[in-house]
């Protein structure tokens, strides 16, 4: 079903509000570049009378008036532009850098966001502001930069690079074609199309993309990388060369991609030729005009629209004068001297030969290969896609115009601006739970999308990709077709729950029904070609958020910004900064009206004291310091969990082995204990925990194990969704997530502590495992043995139970295998989910002469399993794992009960169209990666002085199950050799024997020795109660279950609003079960309230 509508923004009121922010910014640098070009142009008229020419060369500025500014990485001078030079400028020529310094200077203070602003001349003088020294080895050749080419010429531009290698080239004259190929290459940007042929005695085509030989290709940086592979690995060969085999070729191409897409009559088709011109000395004539006779027929197909440049590749100054006149005809199209008849009227376009050798500056000659092509003289503003800054880092846009004087071509003007900020509204978008944004061009290329990365942390562009695959659910072709053809409209379609997406099944109200609607609402950005699409999965559901509380008269607010506010009591959590007192508030960007701003200045104590007055004050008289409105009431809200932690941390069991707790809301907001110190650019909405808690909003959600950055070594977090108090268990009613972190061997402990039999023989015959709903391991004996198994994250059942995974592969509806496409590396990843809803005991299925047996059962109201092996005797199971590289061993075919690792296989893009192929077109688009993390940087001499917060007094621990899982402790088993055992292990810090090893280098400082692998015996099994352990385990963990109790029983009652008897009744049977640290309920028992 498809409803299609023309909306009036009053119906969707956040399209308009965003589509206008958006405007609003694009207008403001659509302003400071017209006030630039006015400028300019205003100043070439006075240049007439009276000459500017003084040049202040910006690699001759003293350091002196540099300093360094984070938003440009680099030494700047906000006060003066400065100049760089193309190798051959005349000393009159003009130059009004010195007439822009008050003008740049003030766009730079009023524009947020904006970096580099310059006047790039056709002269060849290259102003930029802010000053700073950069390329000072030779001249600076800007005007074949893309941004400048793209400007001049904002024609779409069909080119064919055509390299000759045959006999007659020398090494030299190959090299000067290839380097001459490569510039080219670079000046060009995706909205035109290329193809680069090398011809001698046969053509031959880039074989990176089968499509290559078919068509051209939009000039994607995938595409000019592997077109760039190809140009470097040309080779002189023997034969002659066939010129007219290569002309035919190129036009061949040039036709094909014409018939295939509709071209703009305002498209300029180029066959550049780099070639000595040699012909055979037999039939010299004969080649001559029958290339020439190729050129004339087939251009005629093309109604001589196709121009050619060629280029006299000179060898060491010898001037072979036939060939550079074959090499003019050949540019010129002058067929009729060689007796060819014109088969149409239409005349031709002439291009121009050129000669190149050694000494050429081949960006300033072949980089400025489009002079030659018609100027049409349009003065309008080009917007570039991302691409990375070469002068700082980071991602940015370019918004450009050229600059004229009558007719005459000045230069233009650009102004580069931070990716991060254009983008910002639609990165944060947060105003439903069930809804999210995109922004496109009207070419659908995707900017931004919620499985992308945020650009803050990109330093590379995304691969060119359109929206269809992101999107990829039946129909939405038919939306995309609309989207770019309407400048305003919406359209609904309906979805089967079996091909969605993940991130619309984690929108959903209701799973259990066979399909869903999406909406989807879109609007193009006035006086830009960007479009803007806000998709509501449906039915909606109504955004929930905190209502006005105060905070909880106990909790002191403490901002995580330790290092500003000095704070007497800080302490270091192994090697963040930190503090015992409290929890500490974090902000992160998501919080703030303007993320890049927060993300892009430096935050002062002043800041932060304006902030904590505003978030502590009751009376809402303060004013806000630039937060988004429901950001007060999510940390107020959150401070009514401080007691518990608080109380928690004085008496509760498990604080040897919990790294710290926290709570985050969906706007950002994370409040933590141990209070610390964090990254600016942390996000806790895009964390896996997070993530993981989210969709399944009824379940306690494992994630790990990971390296945890804060240095507490390998920790595995158990997180969980609080709901609005009166929709306890309905998913997208999630107001905020909360977690613990606790040390990876913590939970091997609790196995053993409640399934003694685990140990029996030290985990070799008898095994026991917790794993989670993709089949990553949690705990597993290998995850803690100290005879160099690590590393201990991404391991999966596949790769250490193989017997196990083989088995169940075959029990139906509990497992299923999955693919989905990654367009960032470009992979199909390969990945298992397991059924959390299954119910009772799974066992051996496959009967036969089992000697090992296996029992696996789900751990009641979480998304992992507890499972059991036990081997009497040796057999051989197989998983396909490569143990190179994450590759899958056969990418043509996957089998659901084939037991294979979790893999990925390489995504095959056709460049040319950027469809997949029809298999690959099928899968979903995988989530989000996980971002990297980083550590927040503080003053070193605290690292020195200060003490650890929390001292676990490792060395006075004298036996394993006292040492095993406690924070920082390692049971030393293994001499520093890897090898030999220790007559008498004792109880250490990490520092001292990480991973239970002398010595052993820590993951932190370097990778972990390689200790000699050993290849694991894949042995079978005898049954064991699993069942009534699954609900052991539950009570280990009802510390998350009781904060997130405490937590909502304290919000209720100071919103006034009583718990119900039943709800108070559940509360203490809770507690009975934590006290008889048993659960034995297989029903998800509080799956129904929403914790």
Known sequence: MLIYSLIPCCVFPFLCQLAKKIREKFNRYLDVVNRNKQVVEASYTAHLTSPLTAIQDCCTIPASMMEFDGNFNANVSKTISCDRLSTTVSSRAFNPGRDLNTVLADNFKSNPGIKWQYFSSEEGIFTIFPAHRFRCKGGYEHRSRPVYVSTVRPQSKHIVVVVDHGASATDTQLQIAKDAAQVILTSIDEHDKISVLAVADTVRTCSLDQCYKTYLSPATSETKRKMATFLSNIKAVDG??????????????????????????????????????????????????????????????????????????????VTGLKELAFLRDLAEQNSAKYGVPDRTSLPVIKGTMMVLNQLSNLETTVGRFYTNL???????????????????????????????????????????????????????????????????????YTLMHPSLTRPYLLTEPPLHTDIIHYENIPRFQLVRQNILSLPLGSQVITVPVNSSLSWHINRLRETSKEAYNVSYAWKLVQDTSFILCIVMVQPEVPVKHLKNLNTAPSSKLLYHRLDLLGQPASCLHFKQLATLESPTVMLSAGSFSSPFEHLSQAETKRMVEHYTAYLSDNTRLIANPGLKSSVRNEVMATSHVTDEWMSQMEIGILNSYIVRRYIATPNGVLRIYPGSLMDKAFDPTRRQWYLHAMANPALITFTGPYLDVGGAGYVVTLSHTIHSSRSLSAPGHAVAVMGVDFTLRYFYKVLLDLLPICNQDGGNKIRCFIMEDKGYLLAHPTLIDPKGHAPVEQQHITHKEPLVANDILNHPNFVKKNLCNSFSDRTVQRFYKFNTSIVGDLTNLVHGSHCSKYRLTRIPGTNAFLGIVNETCDALAFCACSMVDRLCLNCHRMEQNECECPCECPLEVNECTGNLTNAESRNPSCEVHQEP???????????????????????????????????????????????????????????????????????????????????????????????????????????????????????????????????????????????????????????DRGI
């Open 240 to 317: 002659a060369t066939q010129h007219a085999l290569g002309f035919h070729k190129a036009f061949q191409l040039l036709q094909n991609t014409n018939n295939n897409t509709r071209v703009h009559t305002s498209t300029d088709m180029v066959i550049i030729y780099l070639s000595s011109g040699i012909t055979s000395k037999d039939s010299s004539e004969e080649e001559k005009k029958a290339t020439l006779s190729v050129i004339s027929e087939e251009n005629g197909h093309l109604n001589n629209s196709v121009m050619i440049l060629t280029y006299a590749l000179m060898n060491e100054g």
């Open 374 to 444: 018609p100027n049409r003289m349009i003065d309008e503003a080009v917007f570039s896609l991302p691409y990375t800054d070469e002068m700082g880092d980071g991602l940015i846009m370019t918004v450009s115009k050229p600059c004229y004087f009558g007719n005459m071509l000045l230069g233009i003007v650009g102004v580069d601006v931070n990716l991060a900020y254009i983008l910002e509204d639609v990165t944060y978008y947060r105003e439903s739970s069930a809804s999210y944004t995109f922004l496109i061009d009207n070419k659908g």
């Open 933 to 1087: 993390l980083t550590l927040a940087a503080f003053d070193p001499s605290l690292q020195e002085s200060l003490p650890q917060c929390i001292n676990t007094r490792c060395r006075q621990r004298t036996s394993s199950g006292d040492c095993f899982g406690v924070l920082d402790c390692e049971w030393c088993m293994v001499d520093s050799d890897g090898k030999t055992h220790l007559a008498e292990p004792y109880c250490a810090s990490q520092k001292e024997c990480f991973g239970g090893i002398v010595g052993a280098k820590s993951p932190y400082i370097d990778d972990m020795p390689a200790l000699g692998d050993e290849v694991i015996a894949l042995n079978m099994i005898k049954s064991a109660p699993v069942g009534p352990v699954a609900g052991g385990i539950m009570g280990c963990i009802m510390v998350l279950v009781l904060a997130v109790y405490a937590y909502r029983h304290q919000i209720h009652r100071r919103s006034h609003q009583h718990m119900s008897p039943l709800a108070a009744q559940e509360m203490s049977v809770r507690m009975s079960n934590l006290e008889n640290d048993r659960d034995e309920r297989d029903e998800d028992s509080h799956e």
